[in-house]
C-alpha cells in the first residue's frame, strides 16, 4: 500500500512527486507514456516559464523528469483504467495489477478535441494531423491549413510557416482567441493568411488529404481550399474519466477543485490541466502539483 499515487507524469503530476518525495512520502507515478513530459512534449517552444525563455517542450520535459529521477522516485509505466473508492483507501486498476494507496493525486492532463467533420477519421495520419511539431517537417515546402483560434492554432500557423510554402490559418470568428504577442506573431508572417469566419465542412482526398470544403459563415457561399496538410487545433478536452462518478466535475469534464486541488472525494486530488481553473499553463500546472502533494500531505497526517 503507497501513501500516494500520481497518476501522469507531465508538469503536474512530476511536481507532485518532486514535492511529495521530498515530504517522505511513499509514492508511486503511474505514466501512460513511456515519455514523462505530457503536452510540452509536442510543444516546439515554451517561452512564458519563468527563467526558462524560448526552452523547447522536449527538452523541458526531459528536466523535469531529471529532477523526479535525482530523487529516486518510482515511476511504473501503465494505463489507469479504474479507481476504486474503499473509503480510507483506493484502488487504482492497470491492465496489468491492482495498486493500492490512501490517497491519489489525478494529473492525467487532457487531449486533443476532433473537429467532428467527415474525411477527419479517415485522412488522420494522411495529411490530418493534431501535432504540428510533431508532423510539420512532412509538409516542407507545402500548402496546409490550421484550424482555429486559440493559442495552440496561432503557435502551430508560426511554427508551420517556417517549413511551409503557404499556411491558411482557418478560424469560425472574425476574432482570434489566442494572446495577442501570437496574434502579432502570426500577422507579421507573409506567408500566413488568416481566413477569418470560414469554417471547414470536409477534409478531401482520396489516399491523402487534397483539400477542404470551406464555408463563408457570413454568406453561407462554399469553395474547396487544395491543400497538403490539415492541422486541427480546435481545443482540448480534460483526461478526467477516471474520477467521473468519485468526483465532481463541470459539464465539460474539468473536475471541480480549488488551488489546494481538494476534489470532493475525500482521498482524491485533482491537479494540472485536468482541473478546473482560469488558465492551463505549465506553470499553473507546476503549482498545482505542488499544492496538490501538499494537500495529500495533510490529508495522510490527518486520518
Ligand atoms: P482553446 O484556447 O480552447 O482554442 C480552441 C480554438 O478552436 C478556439 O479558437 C475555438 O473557436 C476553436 N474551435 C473550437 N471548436 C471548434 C470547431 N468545432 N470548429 C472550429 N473551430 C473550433 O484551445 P487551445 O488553443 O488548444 O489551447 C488550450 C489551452 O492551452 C488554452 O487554455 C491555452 O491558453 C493553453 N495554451 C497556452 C499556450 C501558451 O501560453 N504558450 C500554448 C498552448 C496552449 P472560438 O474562439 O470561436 O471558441
Redesign the pocket.
Known amino acids: 500500500m503507497y501513501d500516494l499515487i500520481i497518476i501522469g507524469s507531465g508538469p503536474a503530476g512530476l511536481s507532485a512527486a518532486v514535492y511529495a518525495k521530498r515530504a517522505g512520502l511513499d509514492l508511486l507515478v503511474l505514466e501512460k507514456n513511456p515519455m514523462s513530459g505530457g503536452q510540452i512534449l509536442n510543444t516546439y517552444e515554451?517561452?512564458?516559464y519563468l527563467g526558462l525563455p524560448g526552452i523547447n517542450g522536449f527538452d523541458m520535459g526531459t528536466a523535469f523528469r531529471k529532477h523526479a529521477d535525482k530523487l529516486e522516485i518510482s515511476f511504473r509505466e501503465g494505463e489507469a483504467l479504474e479507481i476504486l473508492d474503499r473509503g480510507s483507501y483506493k484502488v487504482v486498476r492497470t491492465e496489468k495489477e491492482e495498486l493500492e494507496a490512501a490517497s491519489v493525486i489525478l494529473a492525467a492532463g487532457a487531449h486533443h478535441?476532433l473537429?467532428?467533420v467527415p474525411g477527419e477519421e479517415a485522412l488522420s495520419g494522411m495529411g490530418v494531423s493534431y501535432c504540428a511539431t510533431c508532423d510539420g517537417a512532412f509538409f516542407r515546402g507545402k500548402t496546409t491549413a490550421v484550424?482555429?483560434?486559440?493559442?495552440?492554432?496561432l503557435?502551430d500557423a508560426v511554427y508551420l510557416s517556417g517549413i511551409c510554402k503557404k499556411v491558411y490559418l482557418i478560424?469560425?470568428?472574425d476574432e482570434l482567441?489566442?494572446?495577442k504577442i501570437l496574434q502579432e506573431e502570426v500577422k507579421s508572417k507573409e506567408n500566413i493568411e488568416i481566413l477569418y469566419s470560414h469554417?471547414v465542412k470536409e477534409i478531401r482526398g482520396e489516399d491523402s488529404v487534397e483539400g477542404v470544403l470551406l464555408e463563408d459563415a457570413k454568406d453561407g457561399s462554399q469553395r474547396e481550399l487544395p491543400l497538403d496538410g490539415v492541422f486541427i487545433?480546435?481545443?482540448?478536452h480534460p483526461d478526467s474519466e477516471l474520477v467521473q462518478g468519485l468526483a465532481e466535475c463541470d459539464p465539460a469534464g474539468y473536475v471541480l477543485a480549488g488551488e489546494d486541488c481538494v476534489t470532493s472525494c475525500p482521498g482524491i486530488f485533482a491537479a494540472g490541466d485536468v482541473r478546473k481553473k482560469p488558465?492551463?499553463?505549465v506553470v499553473t500546472a507546476v503549482a498545482d502539483g505542488a499544492n496538490a502533494a501538499v494537500s495529500a500531505g495533510s490529508y495522510l497526517a490527518g486520518r
Not at 233 to 236: E, L
Request: no cysteine.
Open positions: 515554451v517561452d512564458n478535441a473537429l467532428g484550424i482555429g483560434g486559440g493559442d495552440v492554432a503557435e478560424h469560425r470568428r482567441r489566442g494572446a469554417t487545433a480546435v481545443g482540448i488558465i492551463r499553463q
